[in-house]
């Protein structure tokens, strides 16, 4: 049995408060994005994962693939699978691959084993795995609040747009980009400005790791103003980085950044729920 896993972009992406926990609250937008990880189960002897393509840096118990049939596991009785994931999103990459990866397993083992698990059962198993995790059990464009793990739907529709995603060869890591950000106690609107003409939205949505990430990495604020200057109508960083994202009118040939960055191109409409 085989199911595609989804990346996600971030529109918009502010960071509030510390809470007491040591976590951020943040406003973000979260929208489903078609690059895809490839994930397949069959029978095996032993729980086991094989990972092709983009090589990852744990396919052992820490895994989130592995965390998640273990999650399941402790309320069902499962027999042992070897999960196959073939890797195509990025890694540090702002870009949700790990999580998307977790969440649509559990989708897949809840339809492999007949499990029945309701919308809301499987969100709950999700959640418990990682902030963002549970957004891609609905794959819906969500407000997203807490910390980037309280949704609320939304309305958003880029399928006029072509979409291109930039992957510089670098890792941020989430506490790097954590250790450079500056928080902020009050909210700017996003829930309202993302409201507002995609033409508009260079002037009034942002990116808050964008600040410390792009005085680290020079490299990446040069993609987003090479966007810019190739006539994106908006481009942002996706998340805490590295992966730098435009909205255009048609595809174009970015043969400047090809030679040292990953670019996928798409369409902006979103990705339904699988």
């Known amino acids: 049995m085989i199911t595609f896993a989804n990346a996600k972009i971030n529109i918009g ?11 951020h609250n943040l406003e973000t937008v979260f929208y ?14 032993s729980l086991k994962l094989e990972v092709s393509g983009i090589g990852i840096p744990n396919n052992d118990e820490d895994n989130l693939c592995i965390r998640a049939y273990r999650a399941l596991a402790v309320d ?3 027999e042992p699978v070897c999960i196959y994931l073939h890797k195509q999103i990025p890694i540090g990459a702002g870009l949700g691959g790990g999580s998307a990866d977790a969440a649509f397993l559990i989708k897949l083992l809840s339809r492999y084993f007949r499990l029945n698990l309701s919308i809301e ?9 990682g902030a ?9 464009p969500v407000f997203a609040t807490g910390i980037g793990d309280v949704f609320t739907e939304i309305s958003i529709d880029l399928s006029a747009y072509k979409l291109v995603l930039v ?8 506490g790097e980009a954590y250790g450079s950000v500056r928080s902020s106690r009050e909210s700017k609107n996003l829930r309202e400005r993302i ?30 103003s090479m966007l810019y200057e190739r006539g994106a109508i908006y481009a942002a960083m996706s998340g805490s980085g590295s992966t730098v994202y435009g909205l255009f009118r048609e595809e174009l040939d970015l043969k400047e950044l090809k030679a040292w960055c990953e670019v996928y191109w798409m369409d902006g409409g979103e990705r339904r729920s699988s």
């Not at 992406?13 to 976590?23: A, S």
């Not at 994005?33 to 189960?41: A, C, G, R, T």
């Not at 059962?121 to 795995?129: F, R, T």
Request: hydrophobic fraction near 35%; aromatic fraction near 14%.
């Open 13 to 23: 992406l502010q960071v509030l408060d510390r809470r007491p926990d040591g976590y």
């Open 32 to 45: 489903p994005v078609k690059l895809f990880d490839i994930l397949e189960i069959v029978p095996s002897p």
């Open 76 to 78: 069902f009785d499962l």
């Open 121 to 129: 059962q499987m969100e709950s198993y999700a959640s418990a795995l």
């Open 132 to 140: 963002d995790c549970s957004f891609f059990i609905r794959n819906k």
């Open 167 to 174: 992957k510089p060869p670098i890792h941020v890591s989430t």
């Open 195 to 224: 409201t507002l003409p995609v033409e508009q939205w260079k002037e009034h949505l942002f990116n808050d790791f964008e600040t410390g990430i792009f005085h680290r990495y020079p490299e990446i604020r040069g993609i987003k």
